[in-house]
T-cell receptor
């Protein structure tokens, strides 16, 4: 059984650019959530995908968008990057609502 | 709306001493509660969870937590800490059936002193 894997591990982007982060779910998991963890803070929920449809969203602007593919892997896209988007982005997969969420190692995004 | 408060941002403790990391939550509905640990430059690992049943929950690495509904608390305890327990600990709440969003506290950094 493979765990949740994220790529890349680190990324540096310039303000105004666009970025795509990737996540491979744990085997058998059909639900993927994305979280943003700013330095010194707890993770904050961005959105969740279930069977390729977004079915929940936190308090993040529309320039944060995502996709889930038929194999349940997922992408997080952020347009028009701002300095405050610098954070650790965590992907979590689960087998269903209210089951354990398994987290990946995260992608550290730095916006300069 | 739900929220989580971790009362201590940093907790230093000597090796082999007991430790308690405090967590209080607010929610208008019944909740599921979790503690996660994060080692430097790592993702989150689940320590333990409360879904229902016994209010005393045992987790990995010798940790346990007690759910107290009247005090809306879910404090994490370990009777004897080890150097390897040095990490950041996050309390999280997931409000009830059909929910999907985890709301996290700001974290408590546990530093174990040799």
């Amino acid at each position: 059984e493979t765990g949740v894997t994220q790529s890349p591990t680190h990324l540096i982007k310039t303000r105004g650019q666009q970025v795509t982060l990737r996540c491979s779910s744990q085997s058998g998991h059909n639900t993927v959530s994305w979280y943003q963890q700013a330095l010194g803070q707890g993770p904050q929920f961005i959105f969740q995908y279930y069977r390729e449809e977004e079915n929940g969203r936190g308090n993040f602007p529309p320039r944060f968008s995502g996709l889930q593919f038929p194999n349940y892997s997922s992408e997080l896209n952020v347009n028009a990057l701002e300095l405050d988007d610098s954070a650790l982005y965590l992907c979590a997969s689960r087998a269903g609502a209210n089951t354990e969420a398994f987290f990946g190692q995260g992608t550290r995004l730095t916006v300069v | 709306a739900q929220s989580v408060t971790q009362l201590d941002s940093q907790v230093p403790v000597f090796e082999e001493a007991p430790v308690e990391l405090r967590c209080n939550y607010s929610s208008s509905v019944s909740v599921y509660l979790f503690w996660y640990v994060q080692y430097p430059n790592q993702g989150l690992q689940l320590l333990l969870k409360y879904l229902s049943g016994s209010t005393l929950v045992k987790g990995i690495n010798g940790f346990e937590a007690e759910f107290n509904k009247s005090q809306t608390s879910f404090h994490l305890r370990k009777p004897s800490v080890h150097i390897s327990d040095t990490a950041e600990y996050f309390c999280a709440v997931n409000s009830g059936a059909g929910s999907y969003q985890l709301t996290f506290g700001k974290g408590t950094k546990l530093s174990v002193i040799p």
